[in-house]
């Protein structure tokens, strides 16, 4: 359905006095509740009357009583969706909810702050949503009386809560920024974040859809998808040039009308459909602002409310049909104003927050039973144009009213006007309704699409122009007929023969100097008035007071602005009743009758003011003064000789009207035909001018905006360098900071690993020490030993000396009593066989001795040299461990490196270069160490072929002289004797000498073994002082190399610092 064109309606004039509401008197005390210190309770004691003062069932207050009594003030309400119960919060955070059904009221919850807004239509019915003043918004639930959930996100106060028609969702609004809550999880889905200096009025979700509208302070009006998020329109642009700066909102249930309002008593009436401005309504001047908006809702009318309450600044909320413009009730007064007010979904109440901190809850069915009493009557001309189709151009719309107190007063012609523009299209055809003049089809179509039907004068009106065309010329024709519209209003057809009758009757001769006023019939009443009355006739002509002064406002109106409805009714029960010519005469009666006050005036506007409003006049007196006038007139003078008698209407069809001058009309239509083809021509050549003006402003608009963007391009560009410069400047700075800190981080790695590596060498040095300590202690001992041994040896050898002297002298004993012994031969001879066995036994068990003490010796030999290879084998594994280690170090920092490799590339190079000049110094180092290790192991083996060729040279010259002193036994037994010398020499020297015997048992022999043995110890002795001399310079050099390489060695330089971790 397309939509309909923007109309403007004023609720002005037209309503009631805000000075008759409370006329009617004090009337019963209407129901007060005080809460006081109750936590719950009921909310009347007695049954409430709603009719007893202005609908109102209830008066909330909560007062304290104490020591200074005070009344804590109520700031928010609001109804769940059922209307049935009502959430109040007060300025010291409690809040009540009052089960209007049940007549109850709990206190559900102490918040100990004031709330900013208030929400109870929840998905989970017990629950309900707080906002407060430390910008939070909490959730209570109204049967446990707990805190359910705790939401935080605002700036600044929260002034307005809408829940989902779901109750699932919830957006809370603040001035900065509007946040999507999801009421199931409580956590925040969206936020919208606008610019400071826009702001946000409100934010809030459509009725029955998925849509959120945005409402900003540069009257701006956003669309949202609720699932998607995006834009689904925008609002244009309000009225152009209006001052309406939107402050307050209301859309109606079924989410097709959206309202507006602000600092003005203009209200726009939006389609969302056709996202048009379809309507704006005039509150009456003393609304100078509007504060609240709400929609109240009807049962049966489907969601698309039509009345609407209005709460403006002087705190009075009135309830408006949006589309008959008619106030239907208000409530509040100036004496008890309301601050802010809510209405039930089922729209049976209204709760108030009255400005004095108490709650009021009226009953919408008590007030509409009151404002359904009849209004006074309202008259409003409204002209409007055919549908727009773009919004380029400027529309200029005309709202005039008028009003007239109960029953009638009527301001004649001047009729107060309005102008306000819209941006909207508009063609040529329809510049004509801005000509002045009568009606015209064109209008009345163009009321008959804006209204859907023609007002009821309209009707009249229309019906009298097609009947006459002389009436859509005449302007005074509506003046005329409205008060038979008034009186005829259910009855149009009756309406119109009526007006008609009096026109073809009593309007006799009024048309003949169209367009002037009928100059005949004033002259006829001014005869009359001269004759009857020629001293008010003269004051009237001596301050230039024509008869279109003082007789033709009454002809024209029809006694309709200075009668009241009765006395207009019984006026013209006699005017009917009578000649036409009595209309004339009651009218001069009218003037006679009230000449006391015309002689008094001496102004032309106090004539014209006398003529045009109501004044202290007995009707009885003109209506017998009209008589009499009818009666004492004079024929010659008399207006009956020049007017016919009554005749009605014929039958079958109306009578042709043709008494009038038709060229005149004809002219006039002509000409007004031709104006209108100049005015469009003009419009055209205008429009065009305009066109061309706005193109070339548009031109230049665009030619300022290219430089103005050329302008901004090269400050933006400017502005651009100079924060590259510092970006590059700054970034400069960093890398300098940078590169000192990881200069500091360099050394800092470099002195970490030159500690770590003077500990590990500290570590080597000491464990070099320990073990060249423990060489030094075993050559010690060694050599401890070998002295001790040549000490031993030297010693054993001495007493072998000692033994072969003393032996020899007693082999000279011997020999000299040989004689002697002879006799003992036999005797010598078994202790001979006795000592041979003792020796051999002696020798066997020497040899195995020797045998055991050999290997004894080669043991501790081999496992000193497997102590060595297994220590050898633990320096090279750990060697080689450190090495790994430094390898997979090497590795982590060569990930490292390539994350900063265009930076550290020479760096990289110089240190590959300096790891390659470590690994070749490392593996000569350990070419040294192997070489080493080779000359330490062939000198190993050869001391170990010395010991075996020295071990097998001794054994060979023990068999040897063994052998000889067996061969030399054998030949000569004479020297038996001398073989167990030598069996008891060999038992004491053999372990230490192991020097071979001489075959030749002789003293002589026995001189050069003792010479032999001598030389033999004394080059051993050389031998062992030579080794260890050369242990020692080898020691010496080996500690000097390491001193030196500790000295010497440094650490590589490509280290990258790395954090460390325990």
């Known amino acids: 359905m397309a939509a309909a064109p923007p109309a403007t309606a004023a609720v002005g004039a037209a309503l009631r006095e805000e000075d008759e509401r409370g006329s009617g008197g004090a009337g019963p005390r209407m129901e007060s509740s005080d809460l006081g210190s109750r936590q719950q309770g009921p909310i009347w004691h007695r049954k409430p009357s709603p009719a007893a003062r202005q609908g109102v069932i209830v008066n909330i207050i909560h007062s304290v009583k104490g020591y200074h009594s005070k009344t804590i003030r109520f700031l928010n309400v609001a109804f769940d969706s059922s209307g049935d119960s009502l959430l109040a ?45 430390d910008y939070s918004v909490k959730c209570f639930d109204t049967e446990t009386k707990e805190l359910v959930s705790w939401m935080r996100g605002h700036d600044s106060s929260v002034s307005s809560i809408s829940v989902h028609g779901s109750g699932r969702y919830a957006i809370t609004t603040s001035t900065d920024t509007a946040q999507l809550w999801d009421l199931d999880t409580f956590q925040r889905k969206r936020k919208l974040n606008v610019r400071q200096s826009v702001g946000i009025q409100k934010v809030f979700f459509l009725p029955l859809s998925n849509t959120i509208l945005s409402c900003f302070k540069d009257n ?31 859309v109606t249930r079924d989410g097709r009308i959206f309202v507006a309002g602000g600092k003005s008593n203009h209200l726009h009436l939006w389609c969302l459909q056709s996202k048009q401005l379809i309507r704006i309504i005039q509150m009456p001047a003393k609304v100078r602002a509007v504060r609240h908006l709400e929609f109240l809702p009807d049962s049966f009318d489907g969601g698309s409310n039509q009345v609407l309450g209005v709460l403006s600044q002087d705190n009075i909320m009135r309830f408006i049909n949006i589309e008959t413009c008619k106030l239907l009730f208000d409530i509040g007064s100036h004496e008890e104003g309301i601050s802010t007010a809510a209405v039930s979904p089922n729209g ?85 309704n801005e000509l002045p003049g009568g009606l015209n089809k064109k209008r009345l179509q163009a009321l008959l699409k804006g209204f859907g039907e023609y007002p009821a004068k309209y009707r009249t009106l229309s019906a009298l122009a097609h009947w006459s065309a002389i009436f859509a010329e005449t302007p005074y024709i509506p003046l005329l007929a409205f008060p038979f519209v008034k009186l005829f209003q259910n009855n149009q057809l009756i309406c119109f023969e009526v007006v008609a009758t009096v026109v073809v009757n009593f309007c006799q001769h009024w048309f003949e100097y169209f367009p002037n006023p009928p100059v005949n019939v004033l002259s006829m009443m001014e005869n009359v008035l001269a004759h009857h009355d020629k001293e008010l006739l003269q004051h009237l002509i001596k301050y230039s007071v024509t008869s279109q002064v003082y007789a033709w406002p009454l002809l024209e109106t029809l006694f309709s602005e200075v009668l009241t409805r009765e006395e207009w009714l019984k006026v013209f029960d006699n005017i009917f009743s009578n000649h036409p010519s009595y209309f004339l005469m009651i009218a001069v009666a009218y003037i006679i009758c009230s000449r006391a006050p015309l002689l008094h005036c001496n102004q032309t506007a106090d004539f014209e003011y006398f003529f045009h409003h109501r004044n202290n006049l007995d009707i009885n007196v003109v209506i017998k003064e009209a008589y009499h006038l009818m009666e004492a007139t004079p024929l010659d003078i008399h207006p009956q000789r020049m007017l016919d ?59 300022e905006a290219w430089y103005r963007k050329q302008e901004l391009l090269r400050e933006a560009e400017e502005q651009r360098r100079k924060i590259l410069l510092e970006e590059e400047k700054k970034l400069a700075e960093q890398k300098q900071r940078l590169a000192a800190v990881k200069r500091e981080l360099k050394v800092k790695e470099l002195q970490f690993l030159d500690a770590s ?121 750990w060697r080689l461990q450190a090495l790994h280690k430094l390898r997979r170090d090497d590795q982590n920092r060569e990930k490292h490196y390539e994350e900063i490799a265009k930076i550290l590339h020479d760096n990289r190079v110089k240190e590959a270069e300096l790891l390659k000049t470590m690994r070749e110094a490392e593996e000569k180092k350990w070419e040294e160490v192997i070489q080493k290790k080779a000359q330490l192991e062939e000198e190993q083996k050869a001391a170990a072929a010395a010991d075996e060729h020295r071990k097998q040279f001794l054994e060979d010259k023990i068999n040897d002289a063994l052998e000889l002193a067996e061969k030399l036994q054998r030949e000569d037994g004479y020297f038996e004797r001398l073989r167990d010398l030598k069996a008891r020499r060999t038992e004491r020297g053999v372990e230490l000498q192991r020097v071979p015997r001489s075959g030749n048992i002789c003293l002589n022999d026995l001189s050069a073994s003792e010479s032999s043995s001598h030389m033999s110890l004394d080059r051993r002795r ?41």
């Open 89 to 133: 919060g007060d300025h010291q955070g409690n809040i009540y909810v009052f089960d209007l059904n049940g007549n109850r009221f709990n206190l559900v919850q102490r918040t100990m702050q004031a709330c900013t807004a208030l929400a109870f239509n929840l998905r989970r019915k017990t629950e309900f949503l707080v906002a407060l003043a």
């Open 348 to 432: 049976r109440y209204i709760a108030s927050v009255m400005e004095n901190g108490s709650l009021n809850l009226y009953s919408v069915q008590a007030l509409d039973q009151e404002g359904n009493k009849p209004p006074p009557p309202m008259f409003k001309v409204v002209k409007d144009w055919s549908k727009c189709t773009s919004e380029a151009n400027k529309q200029a719309m005309r709202v005039t009213s008028g009003r007239s107190e109960w029953p009638w007063k009527s301001k004649g012609s001047k009729i107060q006007t309005r102008l306000l523009k819209l941006q909207v299209n508009s063609s040529f055809e329809n510049k004509e």
């Open 645 to 703: 008698d009554f005749i009605p209407l014929t039958k079958g069809q109306y009578p042709v009207f043709n008494k009038y001058p038709t060229f005149i009309v004809d002219y006039q239509t002509q000409e007004r035909e031709r104006i209108r083809q100049d005015e469009i021509e003009y419009l055209r050549e205008r429009q065009l001018a305009h066109e061309l003006e706005a193109k070339a402003q548009e031109r230049k608009a665009e030619d």
């Open 220 to 250: 701006s009006v956003f669309a949202w998808e609720f699932d998607t998020l995006h834009c689904k329109y925008r609002l244009p642009t309000p009225v152009e040039g209006s001052v309406l700066l939107y402050k307050v909102f209301a």
């Open 1022 to 1062: 050389e031998e062992l002082a030579c080794q260890e001399q050369e242990l020692m310079a080898e020691v010496r050099r080996l500690r000097q190399k390491l001193t030196s390489q500790a000295q010497t060695r440094r650490p590589p330089s490509r280290f990258q610092a790395t954090k460390w971790t325990p």
């Open 757 to 877: 590596r003077r500990r590990f060498l500290k570590y080597q040095q000491d464990q070099r020490q320990m073990e060249l300590k423990r060489l030094d202690d075993e050559i010690a001992r060694k050599a401890s030993m070998r002295e001790q041994e040549t000490a031993a040896t030297v010693q054993d050898v001495e007493v072998q000396r000692l033994e072969f002297e003393s032996q020899r002298q007693l082999f000279e004993q011997h020999l000299i009593k040989d004689q002697e012994a002879v006799t003992k031969e036999m005797k010598e001879e078994v202790d001979a066989h006795r000592r041979k066995v003792d020796l051999e036994d002696h020798l066997v068990q020497r040899l195995m001795e020797i045998e055991r003490e050999e290997k004894q010796k080669a043991q501790i030999v081999a496992e000193e040299n497997l102590t060595k290879a297994e220590q050898k084998r633990f320096d090279t594994d």
